[in-house]
């Protein structure tokens, strides 16, 4: 039977009575079966392209390597070069018909909605109000390849070329133009720099090509068929539809919001009208001679982003629709690319490799010039400019409506597709090579903790709130710090949110009047706000917020402490307590942050645990006026941490309202390493200060204690002793540091980054109401700054 004739189908010989009754009766093939019940035929596609394409990543992930690689080859893998040649495998698996037909709408489908929510992450108000730096980048990433390919387009056309021919290349030449704000959004993601200083650049300039962009792809889509007529029709149909979205569609959905109380998740019926005006859109962009995709998009770019109806929507969706429907889509879009056919039109694809090398180099130039004008480092200027000529799932589809509509050839289209793949393989290996924030470690040459502060200077201190139960602790210790007039408080104050709903990480500074986040978080600011004026002038308060993905909040923190210069980063404990003691709430992504903030912090970091102590909260927040009514226990081994907080507790102490009692656990053994001598003598610097400081007065209500401590069940024994005896106790973290005091304590530590007295003090074990916070002096990239401390 002839090759290629679509109501033929190969027949694989099948015992013919193994389904001899019921509805097997007149069925003598597996094929047979396949294609008359379609679910399970779609079962068994589906399930082949999962496992092609985790088998293929699996090996492409060891060398840094994105999914949408392993997608794109998996569909070489399926396609007319490989398995789709084995005429068995095709007969069963991807018959024509209905085959194929079905798991083509069911990954177009998926893409539809995939668009959609692109649309409601992104956000096109703030697209507007990104720097001037931005704009630009975003207006010549996509004129500059733009311009540069119509030049070449120009250079290469031929003599009596075909109408047809010449719609191919203005397709292709704009396609390659292309800047998608997704696909960079998946890119940065995926190489951890979402929060960056360079992703969020990359992004703002992104979402000002795109909303362009996509329109222009859309007008060269219906081009095939262009005349003044129908183009005045198209543009009309267009304009009736965005004053519906914007006048009509996106007030409900605004009404839909109001009625959610907040705190709330949204109404399950106003999610199910949200799909199926969704749905309409498609239909009607349809029906208007646009792609459906288009309108999915247009319509979710009208949908609010973040909560409660954005983030509902992306998070009910996007897990199945990204990590299935979108993967199908990919693979089944590759699987129609066949490479034995890629010289059938030499000049095509010679065309096509010209435009695409020439509108990469011409997005590259375009993009640096401006980014190293602006005085962005050289590395993170070519970074910046390989962020923004990456290509991925988006350009696929136009690639595909190209060639569904027949506007491009299958030599071209088979030749664009290598294109991304190669892409997709190359920028993401040479940007992690130019641009690693992680390796620097935000790690300062200047040194910025409490210890090294000039005498009556500023002391700057970065509080972090995640959620409302965390200001009344923090504002209870920042009361405890003791600012005076010769040395005030600085308090900058990062509300943290997980990024839900939108695609783009949002920085918000509420001294400009902007606090549209809610109503939950007016309060905190308000709290702060209420802080900083019952302090007669001693501190000065600034709140800003962060909505960022939780694994990258440590770069917000990190980044601010770094801009503001501050010394000290008080953070949350990611656990809560009930009022009996045990454990109410445990929060993981909190931990992971704080560990990251432990790793890359540029200046000294506090972890403050809170035990829900109500007549604690009360002793610190209100302003008395008698002597010791707060209870602060230093506990002090020694090495760096410790002396730092040794120095915060002083600060403390000099508060007529605070008694500090310091504890010094000793080993009672002479080192002979000579490392631990020097430690020793910078300790026992400290510890002489605190001792004619209690013979003076000069801190107030000031007591040292000495304790020969011999090993860590000794050093537990005490520490269990004097626990509820003290409001507040503070220790240093010395992760890593092996000591006699603490040996054997490590073995049982739960937490880490509490170390091992600040773990003992937060255990569950420990029925004890005192609040903890753990202290880790600033890493120096100085090797010898020790030295210095004298």
């Known amino acids: 039977m002839p090759e290629g004739n679509e109501t033929d189908r190969v027949c694989v010989p099948f015992p013919p009575k193994v389904y001899s009754t019921g509805i097997w009766e007149n069925i003598t093939s597996p094929s047979e079966i396949l294609n008359k019940y379609p679910l399970p035929l779609l079962e068994l596609q589906m399930l082949l392209v999962f496992f092609i ?97 119509c030049i070449v387009l120009e250079l290469m056309q031929e003599d009596n070329q075909s109408k047809q021919v010449k719609i ?37 300039s992104a979402t000002i090509g795109d909303l ?115 993967s199908l889509f990919v693979t089944t879009t590759t699987m129609k690319a066949d490479p034995m056919r890629l010289f059938a039109d030499p000049a095509g694809v010679k065309f096509s490799a010209v435009v695409a090398v020439v509108t990469f180099v011409a997005k590259f130039i375009g993009t640096f010039i401006p980014s190293f004008y602006s005085k962005i480092p050289l590395k993170d200027s070519l970074a910046l400019a390989l962020i923004m000529t990456s290509k991925g799932v988006l350009e696929l589809s136009f690639f595909a409506s190209f060639r569904d509509n027949r506007i491009i050839g299958d030599s071209s289209f088979c030749l664009l597709i290598i294109g991304t793949l190669l892409n997709s393989i190359v920028v993401p290996i040479l940007v992690k090579f130019l641009y690693d924030p992680v390796s ?125 210069q501050t010394s000290f980063i008080l953070l949350p404990f990611h656990r809560k307590w009930s009022i009996d003691g045990s454990i109410e709430t445990e929060y993981t992504a909190i931990r992971n942050l704080n560990s990251s903030v432990l790793e890359t912090a540029p200046c000294s970091v506090g972890i403050l645990v809170e035990r829900d102590n109500a007549s604690t909260r009360s002793r610190m ?78 801190y107030g209500d000031l007591l040292y204690m000495e304790e020969v401590v011999r090993d860590g069940p000794q050093a537990a024994g005490i520490v269990r002793s004097i626990a509820d005896g003290y409001d507040l106790i503070i220790v240093g973290r010395r992760y890593g540091v092996e000591s006699v005091q603490t040996q054997g304590l490590s073995e049982w530590s739960e937490l880490p980054e509490l170390g091992v007295i600040g773990d003992l003090l937060a255990s569950t074990d420990l029925q004890s109401r005192a609040s903890v916070l753990v202290v880790q002096q600033q890493h120096y990239v100085d090797v010898d700054a020790d030295k210095n401390e004298l």
């Open 53 to 149: 394409t985790q088998v293929v990543h699996f090996f492409l992930n060891r060398l840094g390597i994105p999914i949408l690689a392993s997608q794109i080859i998996a569909g070489f893998i399926l396609g007319p070069m490989m398995l789709g040649s084995v005429d068995t495998l095709k007969s069963i698996l991807f018959p024509h018909y209905f085959g194929r037909e079905i798991i083509d709408t069911t990954a177009t489908f998926g893409f539809a909605i995939y668009l959609f929510l692109v649309g409601v992450k992104m956000d096109v108000k703030g697209a507007f109000k990104t720097v001037k730096t931005a704009k630009i980048i975003g207006i010549l990433s996509l004129f500059s390849p733009l311009v540069v390919g």
């Open 168 to 204: 191919e290349r203005i397709a292709i030449t704009s396609s390659e133009s292309m800047t998608s704000v997704s696909v960079i959004a998946c890119l940065l993601s995926e190489l951890k720099i979402l929060n960056s200083e360079l992703g969020r650049l990359a992004l703002s």
């Open 212 to 326: 362009s962009g996509l329109i222009m792809t859309s007008v060269v889509s219906s081009s095939r068929a262009w005349k003044w007529s129908s183009a005045f029709e198209n543009s009309f149909t267009i304009i009736v539809y965005v004053f519906v979205l914007v006048f009509v569609l996106r007030p409900l959905m605004f009404w839909m919001i109001r009625r959610t109380p907040e705190g709330e998740p949204i109404k399950d019926v106003y999610i199910y009208a949200v799909m199926l005006l969704a749905l309409l859109s498609c239909l009607y962009a349809r029906l208007c001679g646009r792609p459906p995709l288009f309108g999915a998009f247009l319509f979710g770019l009208g949908v609010p982003d973040g909560p409660p109806l954005g983030s509902a929507l992306v998070d009910k969706f996007e897990c199945f629709v990204s990590g299935s429907l979108v």
């Open 440 to 564: 620097r470690k935000y790690a300062g040459y200047q040194k910025r903790n409490i210890m090294h502060l000039k005498p009556n200077s500023e002391l700057r201190i970065l509080a972090c709130v995640h959620r409302p139960e965390n200001v009344v602790a923090l504002i209870g210790f920042l009361n405890a710090t003791c600012p005076t007039q010769e040395s005030p408080n600085a308090v900058y104050v990062l509300n943290l949110i997980e990024l839900t709903g939108r695609a783009t990480p949002v920085f918000i500074t509420h001294q400009k009047g902007n606090t549209s986040v809610g109503s939950s978080y007016e309060n905190f600011i308000f709290a702060f706000n209420q802080y900083a004026q019952n302090s007669w002038g001693l501190v000065t308060m600034n709140a800003f917020t962060a909505i960022s993905p939780p694994d990258m909040m440590h770069e917000d923190i990190c980044t601010m402490a770094l801009d503001k």
């Open 621 to 698: 927040l209100t302003q008395l006026s008698s002597r010791s009514s707060y209870r602060v226990c230093m506990i002090f081994i020694g090495g760096k941490d410790d002396r730092e907080a040794l120095t915060l507790a002083k600060r403390m102490c000099q508060d007529p309202r605070v008694s500090l009692t310091v504890i010094r656990f000793r080993s009672g053994e002479q080192s002979e390493n000579v490392l631990i001598e020097w430690d020793q003598i910078l300790d026992h610097q400290e510890l002489k200060d605190i001792k004619h400081s209690q013979i003076t007065g000069e």
